[in-house]
């Protein structure tokens, strides 16, 4: 299991650095980033280079992750070219993380285009899906 941070536009903002092994244990692991929220030290930096990648050829690769207690407890969803771009990100991540609806259960990560669940509001939310939170 693992989650993942959705705004309102069902974009994600950030997710859980690391798979949980069992539904508790990923609830376990929002509800501390969420009431441990004003602890988090934010770190952005250059992502490493993979071969064939943008940070590889020389283009900026910007990603952020967040730290609680010397470890990381979530992380961007993609790299970024820009380093205002990816700090960016990281606010929205954090202007979100402590007003967001968890959903209850586990939601599926494959997604069709369109489809809007019933019920489904424009706040963010933090959803648990079978392989992490939606």
């Known amino acids: 299991m693992t989650w993942r941070l959705v705004g309102a536009n069902n974009h994600e903002l950030g ?66 070219r820009r380093q205002r771009e990816c700090r960016h990100s990281l606010q929205l991540f954090l202007a979100a993380v402590t007003d967001a609806q968890v959903a209850s259960g586990v939601s599926y990560t494959r997604r069709l285009r369109g489809l809007r669940l019933p019920g489904a509001g424009d706040a963010p939310g933090l959803a648990v899906r079978g392989g992490g939170l939606l």
């Not at 244990?25 to 943008?54: F, H, K, N």
């Open 15 to 80: 997710r859980s650095p690391r798979v949980h092994s069992s539904l508790t244990a990923c609830c376990a692991s929002v509800e501390r980033l969420r009431a441990e929220a004003e602890r988090l030290t934010a770190l952005v930096a250059m992502a490493p280079g993979t071969p064939g990648t943008a940070a590889a050829n020389g283009i900026g690769a910007w990603t952020w992750q967040l730290m609680l207690d010397d470890t990381c407890v979530a992380v961007a969803v993609r790299t970024f």
